[in-house]
């Protein structure tokens, strides 16, 4: 682990734990798998930063104040003058020891070959993009992704034209502390809430570069170097609360009346029993009636193929007094296709009927941001409490048990009467 320091002497240096490096000579060369978790010992001189790498000794050195660091490489009489196009010196370190190994030690590089440059984000973007939809990964998944790597790097920076190396962990603090900025004074509940969006921009901005994803840009000749840096940077992590299920006198309240309204709304009645089935809010804006099998002569079941949410084929169980007001809209319906009419826009078929019924739950006690998540809650919740928490899991169609108790089903209640 690297630790920078200052000096009385202005220099710059890199500490490591006395079991990383035994002595000196240890400092100055490293084997090719360590180079992603080391960085070699470097220093300050005047304005150059000085490293030794595989017994050479290297200098970096700005052209213009505040500017990138570059690194000059020899050999056999040819000189290449590369930049590492970052001004921070641990990474432009990491940056050059990189650009040296792929100009002298590639093997199967030429000696006059140059460096490659390094990818711009507009392209490694679009090449993601393309890569993504051929892997199967939906359209949507892949724009938000993209999307939160320009929200972290910042729309005003010039984000197509600015290179991969600018990825450091320089962004992710400056990220941070912007995004932190905006709920100052706003209560630890605004800031939960803010740090819970970082959590989840970082996310999805650095599965743009997993390790299978690099080698096929590689593939193309994009070139992304050491962005380590960039992909391992902490930052405060939320405090994760337990789901508090709603109360089910206020579900019991809402059934009620929905079922009592159910012959002038009748897609009102359809939604909710769909949201009591598991489905998340997406899947029944998408649900078709051949998703209902009842022809197995056991309970009937909600099958849900793999290019859904989850991207493997699951199957849940209905409910018979749910399966049996189904087939009651079955009969009056004229949609044989989806169970839920169209109206609503092309990235949500029955978005404005879901967004009425959203409107309809707050207005009758279901006081909550997220009201379809809190009927699928409510239904696992109970699910658990009968059935234990792997049913509950299979239910939801979780991979973590986790994930099913601490979003959804909560903690764990005591029967009513138990005694010891």
Not at 70 to 91: A, D, L
């Amino acid at each position: 682990m690297a630790h920078s320091a200052t000096h009385d002497d202005g220099t710059l240096r890199v500490h490591r734990e006395q079991s990383d490096l035994q002595n000196l000579d240890d400092i100055a060369v490293f084997r090719d798998d360590d180079r992603a978790e080391n960085t070699p010992y470097f220093y300050r001189d005047g304005e150059k930063i000085r490293f030794t790498h595989r017994g050479r000794h290297y200098s970096l050195y700005q052209q213009k104040l505040a500017g990138p660091y570059y690194v000059k490489i020899q050999r056999g009489g040819f000189r290449k003058q590369t930049s590492t196009q970052t001004n921070e010196p641990e990474h432009a370190v990491r940056i050059a020891v990189d650009l040296i190994d792929q100009f002298l030690y590639d093997a199967p590089r030429q000696m006059s070959t140059e460096p490659r440059s390094f990818a711009k984000l507009g392209t490694l973007t679009k090449t993601y993009y393309t890569i993504g939809l051929k892997h199967g990964l939906k359209e949507k998944t892949l724009l938000d992704n993209i999307a939160a790597l320009k929200r972290i790097v910042g729309k005003r920076s010039g984000f197509p034209t600015t290179p991969v190396s600018h990825l450091c962990g320089k962004v992710i603090r400056d990220f941070y502390d912007a995004e932190m900025e905006q709920v100052l004074g706003q209560g630890e509940e605004a800031r939960q809430k803010t740090l819970r969006g970082i959590k989840q921009a970082l996310s999805k901005a650095r599965s743009i570069f997993k390790t299978s994803y690099i080698h096929r840009y590689e593939d193309v000749g994009l070139y992304v170097g050491d962005i380590e840096p960039f992909l391992k940077e902490p930052v405060e992590a939320p405090v994760v609360y337990e789901h508090e299920p709603v109360d089910t006198k206020i579900i019991e309240g809402l059934e009620a009346k929905l079922k009592a309204n159910k012959e002038a709304r009748p897609e009102f009645w359809a939604a909710y029993l769909l949201a009591k089935a598991t489905l998340r809010r997406g899947e029944i804006n998408r649900a078709k009636w051949d998703w209902i099998d009842h022809t197995n002569g056991e309970n009937p079941v909600i099958k849900i193929s793999a290019d859904q949410k989850g991207k493997r084929p699951t199957t849940t169980p209905i409910d018979p007094e749910v399966f049996a007001e189904l087939q009651w809209w079955w009969k009056i319906t004229g949609d044989k296709e989806y169970i839920i009419p169209e109206n609503g826009f092309p990235s949500a078929r029955a978005g404005k009927t879901l967004m009425e019924l959203d409107n309809w739950f707050r207005q009758n006690g279901l006081d909550t941001e997220h009201t379809f998540h809190e009927l699928r809650a409510h239904t696992l919740h109970l699910v658990r409490e009968k059935y234990g928490e792997e049913v509950a899991r299979r239910v939801a169609r979780h991979k973590s048990v986790t994930t099913t108790v601490r979003h959804y089903a909560g903690e764990k209640k005591i029967p009513e009467g138990f005694s010891v």
